[in-house]
Every structure is written in C-alpha cells, then in structure tokens.
C-alpha cells in the first residue's frame, strides 16, 4: 500500500468547524437525514459511550481516595466521602510494598532501555543504511528476521543466561536483555534512507569524518523518529510484566506491574490500595500519553500502513 | 556546516558528487567503520536473541530441571512425551492450548469487527473527534497489570460495580466472573475487547483515511448505497490493514498471559492458564525447562502454522 504523499485535488483538507457539511467522502453512514435534532442526538449517544467507556479509569482513581470500608461498600460510590489519601500512605509505607521504590526501579529500567534502544538501533541502523561492508545482506535479514520470533521462545533460555550473568533479581534482568530491537534497526533504517544523502556528503567534503556526519548531520534530523522509537520502548518496558514477575524477587527490588501482583496477593480485597497501586503505576504513562498522544498514536497507525 | 547551497545544488542537479561516489551510498569508510557502529546492538543481538534461540532448542533436547545436578541428554524426550496421551505433560500442556485456542478463537473476530465499527464513526469529521480517539486509546497506554487489578475489582463477585449494575437493570447479579466458567472467559475477552480496542481502531481510521475519495465519488454515481460502498470500495481497500491486524491480534490473543493470571489466576482449576501462563510456570517455577522449552517451540509451530492461514487467506485472489 502507498502512502499518499502528494495532494490529491480532491482532496479540500479537513473540513473542521462545519459539521453540517462533512466532505462526501466522509459521510459513509446509509443513513442520509441530515437533520440536526438527528445529528445532536448521535452525538449524545457518542459521548454517553465514551464516558462508559473510560468510566473504569475514573472508577479507579476515585477509589483510591477512598476509606477501606466506602471501597468496599454497596452500593458503590462515585465521590469518596471522606475524600483520604489513606490508601497511598499505607502502600507507600508498608515495608512489604515499597510502592515509591518500585516507582524508581520502574522509571529507571524504562528510561536506561529507551536509552539503550535508542543507542544501539541507531547506530546499527545507519551502518546498514549508508556503509558497505562484507556481510551486510546476512545481518539485516538476521535481524528482519527476528521479529518473527515469538518471544516465548526467548523466555527460558534467556532466564538461564541472565542467570549465568548473575543479574536474576536485579534491575539489568529487565534493562538489558530487550534492548536490541529489531524494529528499532527496521524503523530508523528506514528514516536515514529517507534523508538526502548529498547533505551526508556535502558534510564529508568539509572534512567531516563518518562519525561526525552521523553524530552532526544525521542524529540531529532524525529527532522525530528517535523520539518515537524512545517513547514506544519506554512504554513497552514500563507496562512489562510477564518477564519482570519471574526474574525479580525481593520486594525492594519489583517494578510497578510485578509489584502489584505482589500487592494484589497480600491484599487480595483491600481495593482501596490496589486501586492506589494502579494510579501511581498509571500517572507517568497517561502524562506522557496526553502530551506525546499524537507521536504515539501516529506511531500506530503508520505500523499498519507500511503493507 | 560551511557547505556552500550552490555545493548541494549542483550535487542533486548532476545525482553524483564531485567524487564520483555512488549517489545512493556513503563509501568513503574504513573497513572496520560499520562493524564499530554495528558492535553494541550485535553484541546484545547475539548474547540475547540468537544465542537463546539456539540454547533452547538444546535445552529442549536435555532433562534439564534447573534444581538437579547433571542435565542428561535425552533426545527427543521432551517433545514425545507432550505428544503421548496420558502422561501428566500431555494433559497439562494440552489443557493450556485448549485455554488459549478458547481465548484466541473468541477474542480476535470482536478484535476484528468492534475496533472497526468504531474507526468508521471515527472517520467522519465532527468536533472533538480527536478527544473521542484519545479515550478509546487511552486503556491501551495502562499496561496489563493495571487493567487487570482494576477489573478484578469491577469484577468482584460480591461488591463489585458490574454485578452492582446488572442486579440494578434487572440481571442475574451475583455471577462468579473470575472463579467459574463459562463466566471468567466472557470476563477475560470482555476486558481484554475494553483494554485493546483502541489499538486496531487507530490502525484502522489509517487504512480508511488512506483510501482514495475518488473510488467512493464515482460509486455514488453508479448508484451504489451505504452498505454496497462498504463492501466494494472500503473493505478491498482496507485488505493490507485488515491482514497486518489480524496477524497482529491473533499473535497478541495467542500470547495472552497477564489477564488469565491476576484475574483468574488461571481457574478455576486450570480452565483459563493460558500456553504462555503454562510454559512459564513449568519452566521458571518449576524449574523443568526441557520440557518447558519444548513446549515453547510446539507453541511456535501453531503460531506459524496460524500466520500462514492468514496470508492464505488474505492473499491476492484473481477475480
């Protein structure tokens, strides 16, 4: 499938602001009364499904604030009454949930494997994209081809390596061993072959030398892409939990997703910490979502449409 | 950058450097200059993707619990005894292919079809449609382990808000959601539908918005409604996004592995333990990672048999 880049005349942009008229194109509905009384009331039913939809999260965070007894009472409530930050205080304070403990170990992993993403799919990536060299056929299609390898596979062997490194029950268990993403190779492969060569060369006939160009030239006008791919991994790392809960013991020492398991089973119905626990391990992925929603959500789209 | 613009314009007008380089390529570089930008990821690429790939498969082939002294070769015991009926490995692997064939057969086509009905009221431009895109994905940004622990709680058999709800409309209002079945599968695909929606329908508003107007303009013209639109103009349109999809949905439905285990804990029983949830358990519990291992890459023959079902049927028909 193409990507349509250039304009297409038909095409009149977006036809924002004027509901009444939206371009035919767009208008795939059988249903053609273009009356507003009908217009207004899809558009209430819209909004009352939305707010279903997302009523969940808001039910999470509400309870959060809650007493223990008013989150576990019927009929449940919408408002806490008593409005407490009870539940926070117990999971932040209790020495078999340090919940601020696994918010640091969380932050970190996720920030050092964006970071080691990033680096190293970055590098590889131009070496494949802009130099020639012996072997450079095997190694792209070494790493293409990983990507169809369901991560399943990885798990048992991996744990035993990860043992023999001595890193079971330390951070570097959940840094390292996703770091060398194939698609992030795929992704910025990509991109470097998107930007003009002639300004890679015009940098190298002022005497810059390979990994100047790179670091000066290329880097610079890939910010978007490495952004992207910084994001994606973070996020990635940060909502792991299969690998987390069965490489990492210690309380002092979980991320937030293994650590709610851990907190969900000594408290199997204290919902007000559990849904305490959820907010704090929510918060930084929905500041960033919010902020970063449309790098994120063009992110997936464009995955689907490279076909 | 001294580089005179006149430098870079007569580079692009002649598609060749002064040089007489290769217009495409960068070749002025030592030998050694890609294998030192290549050596960090081919490190970690090595000691963490190929070298297990290949381990496994040994390690499949050995009795290798991690707790004994001494993993002796045997072979392909591991995988015959998965394969032979009766022995306690059959029943238990087996049990947890059964569990995730339930959960993938009935997760994917609503993975399929609701995200889809969704990107198409998504597609047309009213104000706040971006806000609207944003709730629907917003689940998905939350990671397994949140959406899990918060409907555990929706989900509680006693004080929990759906039963609250259902008891309120007049349903039956005190159904065991995650300790019995059939309840605890409509719980983990429902939840799972909640969690991943937004996903397929932000792939699927792409593939719509990609398809030429034109092709709808000039069915209008033949006279065709709502409906023969939709079959003739947008689904052949949206093939490539429909097989990327279901290839993606299928893979993640055949991986399910947090819902079963915070929601369910894989009960009643066994009911739901997923493959993933089994495998995990009889290799880094249990520690018998020869069978664990074996059963990954039985696994992994389904899955590629599942992916070449897709491309079969999503391939060019003539016609």
């Known amino acids: 499938m193409s990507l349509q880049t250039d304009a297409d005349p038909l095409q009149t942009g977006e036809v924002r602001g004027t509901p009444d008229e939206p371009p035919p194109a767009e208008d795939r509905s059988a249903g053609h009364g273009r009356r507003p009384g009908r217009k207004i009331l899809t558009y209430v039913v819209l909004i009352v499904l ?17 007493t223990r007894a008013e989150a576990g009472a019927i009929p449940p409530s919408w408002v806490p009454d008593p409005f407490t930050t009870q539940a926070y205080e117990t999971i932040m304070n209790s020495r078999g949930t340090p919940v601020l403990r696994w918010f640091g170990n969380s932050m970190l992993a996720a920030l050092a494997n964006a970071a080691l993403v990033v680096t190293t799919s970055a590098l590889a990536a131009y070496a494949l994209a802009r130099m020639r060299f012996a ?15 369901p991560p399943v596979i990885l798990i048992i062997p991996n744990y035993l390596i990860v043992g023999e490194l001595g890193w079971l029950n330390t951070l570097l268990a959940v840094i390292v061993p996703t770091a060398a993403s194939a698609f992030g190779v795929f992704f910025l492969r990509q991109f470097f072959l998107g930007i003009p060569v002639e300004l890679e060369e015009a940098a190298r006939l002022d005497g810059a030398n390979q990994w100047q160009t790179f670091w000066r030239v290329v880097l610079p006008l890939s910010r978007p892409a490495l952004a992207t791919l910084a994001l994606l991994s973070f996020l990635t790392n940060w909502n792991d939990f299969l690998w987390p809960i069965y490489v990492l013991f210690s309380p002092e020492i979980q991320t937030l997703p293994a650590g709610l398991s851990t907190l969900q089973s000594a408290n199997a119905v204290r919902y007000d910490l559990l849904m305490a626990g959820a907010v704090v391990a929510s918060v930084p992925v929905l500041v960033l979502f919010v902020f970063l929603q449309r790098y994120l959500i063009e992110g997936v789209a464009r995955s689907g449409l490279k076909g | 950058m001294a580089t005179s613009a006149a430098q870079i314009r007569e580079e692009v007008d002649t598609g060749e450097s002064p040089t007489q380089r290769t217009p495409r390529r960068l070749v002025t570089h030592g030998k050694v200059t890609p294998w030192l930008f290549l050596a960090p990821y081919l490190t970690l690429f090595v000691v963490f993707v190929i070298a297990p790939i290949v381990y496994g498969a040994w390690i499949s082939l050995h009795r290798y619990d991690y707790t004994l002294p001494g993993k002796p070769f045997v072979g392909l015991d591991n995988y015959l005894t998965l394969l032979t009926p009766g022995s306690i490995t059959f029943d238990i692997f087996w049990d947890s292919m059964q569990a995730t064939a339930i959960f993938t057969v009935t997760s994917v086509p609503l993975l399929l079809v609701i ?34 622990v918060l409907w555990r709680y929706l989900l509680d058999r006693n004080i929990g808000l759906v039963n609250y709800y259902l008891e309120a409309v007049g349903l039956p209002g005190d159904i065991a959601w995650t300790t019995s079945v059939p309840a605890a599968w409509v719980a983990l695909v429902g939840v799972t539908v909640w969690w991943t929606l937004g996903f397929n329908a932000v792939i699927y508003l792409a593939g719509l918005q990609d398809i030429p107007r034109e092709l709808y303009e000039s069915a209008r013209v033949d006279g065709a409604n709502g409906w023969q639109q939709f079959r003739h103009v947008t689904l052949p349109g949206l093939r490539p996004v429909l097989s990327f999809v279901t290839m993606v949905t299928i893979i993640a439905s055949v991986n399910m592995f947090g819902q079963s285990y915070l929601m369910t804990e ?17 290799g880094l519990r249990n520690y018998q990672m020869g069978s664990a291992s074996a059963m990954s890459y039985v696994l992994t023959v389904f899955l590629m048999l599942l992916s070449l079902g897709v491309f079969w049927l999503f391939r060019e028909r003539r016609g």
């Open chain 1, 50 to 66: 939305a707010l279903i939809f997302i009523s969940p999260l808001i039910f999470m965070v509400v309870t959060s604030f809650k």
């Open chain 1, 135 to 149: 072997g450079q056929r095997i190694v792209f299609g070494l790493i293409i081809a990983t990507l169809f390898v």
């Open chain 2, 115 to 148: 995200p889809l009905l969704v990107a198409l009221v998504m597609n047309r431009s009213f104000p706040g449609r971006n806000v609207f895109r944003a709730v629907f994905f917003a689940p998905y940004v939350l990671g397994v382990a949140v959406v899990a």
């Open chain 2, 266 to 282: 894989g009960g009643p029983g066994r009911a739901t333990r997923t493959a993933i949830y089994q495998i995990a358990e009889t």
